[in-house]
């Protein structure tokens, strides 16, 4: 198999898996046609005994599953690149809560899953063995009759089943397939002998391995892995380079930066004359070549950069570098999985409405007449609208009341690690500027008074939210009492340069992503002595779905925070935070010369209000419709705002909805004939 260029885009999971699979070939028809020489589908079950739901994967259980594999090798062929499929038998991290099967590994042992699910895997017999290679030959023909290029065999990220073998944590047989290192390779190697011999003659087959558990020798470690890759270096036709878990593999850019993996990667070329590709999150063609030119990737691997900008390696290739929408590196795109629900990203909200809504990352339709609109406010949810109404060719009027543009990103992207989140603006203000029909003013802060007397027949209301100071939330739906003279901050405030009086600090997280955890950082490492009080479990307990929250609780533990789990704040004095505990109501309370309220936001809807009040004036001032867009309607996050304006934008001037009309195209499970054994 030949590749027509290093751009190599790695298996990644999407949350479509076989529930969607029309929308993932057009999904990854998109990558193909962007320009990545081999595009991948995620990790494909290959039996009902490697079930990893509630997470939706692709299957290849039977030749039921063909048509559905077949559709997203023809899509991404259609698009000129090769189809690689990621076989997987999750082993010990498949629960099997579809299929109800006994989930099998090296060992007698408790399932590896996210959900610490009560499911216990039992010890792989020979018979087992013999049928999970049996499975796995079955699947490599199934993907060969589905017309792929290139075939896996997952051994990595503790997903690939074969991955607990070869960790000798959870593998201490006595047989030939535990012990020493060539035992716990057996099952690795018979699988990729297996998958060779079946398909071998016309598929490429690659083995993707754990270079690193991070666990030193408790774990799968950099020297044992070095081993297994020079034990098994000439088998596969190509090694695929992960860290384990996932969490370590796909970092954020709050905790690693661009190629944090190369440390890892270093000199396994030298192990073996076969390709190798590795992922970092590679968003700079400098970094992309040095890669290749020291020798370390052959192949430059990319789930998260594929998934920001499909169309990376066309603008690498047409050397416009300026263009190429980077990655942030904040794993809302992981939480798609998580939540099993469509992939989404903050960069490219068509990401996963390829198909369902036709939404290209490049192209929208253009124009359908000559109008004018204005948008107030420049933050990611007006910075979208603003330039895709400008793609279509519109005479776009972009206002914003600050210096500068970017919005809450402008505030977020300066508080601890988070400074890549900044090139959701970056990018739309490059773009924009090269638009004659965009024009922005800056320092324009508008009244209803002024968007009637400039005339524009369309007005797109994205001003933005602001931080609740009353402590309404989630679990609080009325203000709390706060005493005279009590000191209450808000991250609106922090954000904005404000500090708290000297004394302990606290700060009340019920909004659960980022912000509380974030706000405790940056005021401990400033130097305050920070309580953060929760009534979840954990800090930032939401970062759960974006892989980063052991990370969130360990660095907050290190800068010295304290966390008050399964608090909620009840009451607020001088000098005196009252708690309640939130499974009890028992009260308590903690010493605390200020507090900051991370719970809710507001909708900054003053502009809408004053437009609507003057709705009778609207026909004289030419003025046809008012929108609001991103967290001017309802607050939400980075990527929701972006979507939002991608949604005004696409809709613009679009044939209108029925009431019955749903918004999106979907893909209905067709029926068995019936009548059903059971009813007759
Ligand atoms: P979103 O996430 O929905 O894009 P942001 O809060 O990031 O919202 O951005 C809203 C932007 O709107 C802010 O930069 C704010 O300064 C700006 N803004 C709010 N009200 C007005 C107004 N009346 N005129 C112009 N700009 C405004
Ligand atoms: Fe990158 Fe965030 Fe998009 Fe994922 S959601 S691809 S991490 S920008």
Redesign the pocket.
Known sequence: MTTKNRFFQVPHCNGMGYRDPTAQAAMRAIKAEGGWGVVCTEQVEIHPTGDIGPFIELRNWSDQDIPSLARIADAIHAKGALAGLQLAHNGMNAPNLTSREIPFGPADLPVFSIFNDPVQARAMDKSDIRALRHWHRSAALRGKKAGYDLTYVYAGKLFGGAMFFLSRRFNERGDEYGGSLENRCRLLKELLEDTKDAVGDTMAVACRISVDELLGEEGLHAAEARDIIAYLAELPDLWDLTLSSWDNDSQTSRFADEAYQEPFVTGIKALTTKPVVGVGRFTSPDTMVRMVRQGILDLIGAARPSIADPFLPKKIEEGRIEDIRECIGCNICVAGDHTMSPIRCSQNPSMGEEWRRGWHPERIRPAESETRVLV???????LEAAMMLGRRGYAVTL????KDL?????RERRLPGLSAWGRVADYRIGQIAGMANVDVFRD????AEQVLDFGFPHVVV????TWRRDGVGRRILRPLPVAEGAVVLTPDDLMAGLRPPSGPVAIFDDDHYFMGGVLAELLAREGWQVTLVTPTGEASSWTVMTMEQPRIQARLIEAGVTIRPHRILSGIRTGTLDLSCAYTGTPSSIEAASVVLVTARLP?A??MRGLSARKSDWADAGLASVTA????LAPGT?AA?VW?GRRYAEDFEAKPRGLDDLPYLREVTELVPGPLPWLT
């Open positions: 107030v406010g420049a933050g990611p949810a007006g206002a914003e009341g600050e970017g919005g809450r990103l402008v324009s802060r508008l009244s994205a001003t933005g939210a900054d003053d502009l867009i991103g967290d001017a980075i705002a939002s």
